[in-house]
């Protein structure tokens, strides 16, 4: 009786590397292939997609639609964390990994498969993130990444699909590697690896030159409950459409490009572009928010979060505790971050031009140097006096103590030579 042969689920893109992949699987592990291909929104018709791994040689071939996953449980949790890596990166892919690797586990298990299968380099941060995530999720499954393993260069890959039949289209020339999905795109490689050299314009997609941009600036209003976004100019949209429109809009003003030299888990730094139109808008009015509704201290700390919960996002350790916990905070943290934003979108620029919340802390009469002024003035010298107090002490005593000239001494210690040494 001849034995089942095992299954492998592989992330499917219908790329050149993952389609490579599906033959390179059957011969090198003799599995079967379920190939898995996942939209967390990149606009391309997923069908020819489902249908050409199955031509190439999967077993099956299926297509999952996450969007939804993917604003409700991903995106819009980091942004009511404030999530941009290093302060920049909005963490789009970094944030579609977790989910994929959940969503491969899931077939995996539901098709009976021992393995899953990635098409992620060995260089990058994307083998860190599923591997992590995927091992946490389900430890027993096998996890085959094909181009950290098979040694072909990029020329013998092409020659290897040649010779299998495996389609390798034009896209294939482009010297970019580039992932997409509703929170942003990102771009790599080819000049780009030179970050002396402006980002050529040919690069981006989402994103208008600035020169032709429209000359009028367009303004938006946004309303957010609790840290989500719920309407548009007054109109309420669910989270997707929300995220395509202002894509649209803001990419349409030239907003969103962004150029950053990141620091990868795997300790290279890299120069990567963006296009993040709505992830850049929202991240900004949601901030604006909060402005107004935080007090000084949770501001601060929320800062501290925010970069922390980057840094575990973009580790890949979404399906940890320590993520768990950041998440409760933030959770609690949001509670009051209710109102609207209204911002300018003009020329590459994303202004925030006004901001208003039933919860503001804002208070007018307290501000204002117009008539109508509450704040008392004579409450501030005795406040000043104790506020100052530490500061005038340590004058007195410490500062009169330093000799004229005295610097902060260096950490660096100086060389100390022995004072002797003997020869045989
Ligand atoms: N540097 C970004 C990150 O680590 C983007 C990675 C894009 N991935 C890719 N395979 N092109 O999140």
Redesign the pocket.
């Known amino acids: 009786m001849e034995t089942q042969k095992k299954k492998v689920v592989l992330a499917y893109s219908g790329g050149l590397d993952t389609s490579v992949a599906i033959k390179w699987i059957q011969e090198k592990y003799n599995m079967d292939v379920i190939a898995l291909t996942i939209d967390l929104g990149t606009e391309k018709d997923l069908r020819p997609v489902e249908e050409k791994a199955l031509k190439i040689g999967a077993s099956q071939s299926m297509i999952i639609d996450a969007k939804e996953v993917f604003v409700y449980y991903f995106i819009f949790p980091a942004l009511q964390a404030g999530a941009l890596y290093e302060k920049t990166y909005p963490l789009a ?2 944030l579609g990994r977790p989910l994929i690797a959940k969503l491969l586990v899931d077939t995996a298990k539901a098709e009976g498969a021992s393995a899953v299968a990635h098409g992620c380099t060995g260089k ?3 083998q860190v993130r599923f591997d992590v995530a995927i091992h946490t999720l389900d430890p027993s499954l096998q996890i085959i990444a094909p181009l950290r393993e098979w040694k072909m260069s990029r020329n013998e890959e092409i020659d290897y699909a040649q010779k299998n039949r495996i389609p390798v289209d034009v896209s294939t020339q482009n010297p970019y ?3 997409e999905n509703i929170w942003g795109r ?1 771009v ?1 490689c080819g000049i780009l690896e030179d970050p002396w050299v402006e980002p050529p314009e040919d690069i981006y997609k989402w994103t208008k030159n600035i020169n032709d941009a429209p000359d009028k600036p367009t303004y938006i209003e946004i309303d957010f409950e609790k840290g989500i976004p719920l309407s548009l100019n007054g109109q309420e949209m669910d989270g997707i459409n929300l995220i395509e429109e202002l894509n649209k809009m803001a990419g349409d003003n030239g907003i969103g490009r962004i150029d950053h030299l ?1 620091n990868r888990i795997v300790g290279i730094k ?1 120069r ?1 572009i963006y296009e993040a139109p709505a992830a850049t808008v929202l991240n900004k009015a949601h901030q604006a928010l909060e402005e107004i509704t935080m007090t000084k201290d949770t501001l601060r700390f929320k800062d501290l979060v925010s970069n922390h919960y980057s840094d575990i996002v ?1 580790n890949g350790l979404w399906f940890s505790t320590f993520h768990q916990d950041m998440v409760a905070y933030v959770l609690s943290n949001q509670r009051f971050v209710t109102g609207t934003v209204r911002l300018k979108l003009f020329k590459g620029t994303c202004s925030v031009v006004g901001r208003k919340s039933p919860l503001s802390l804002y208070n007018h009469s307290l501000a204002t140097y117009d008539t109508g002024d509450t704040f008392e003035h004579d409450a501030a010298v005795g406040f000043i006096k104790i506020y100052g107090l530490p500061t005038k002490t340590q004058a007195q005593i410490q500062l009169k103590a330093l000799k004229k000239g005295e610097v902060i001494p260096s950490i660096m210690p100086p060389k100390v030579e022995p004072i002797n040494v003997m020869k045989k």
């Open positions: 892919t970094a990058g941060n994307d590697s580039i992932d990102s790599e990141e890299s990567e973009y």
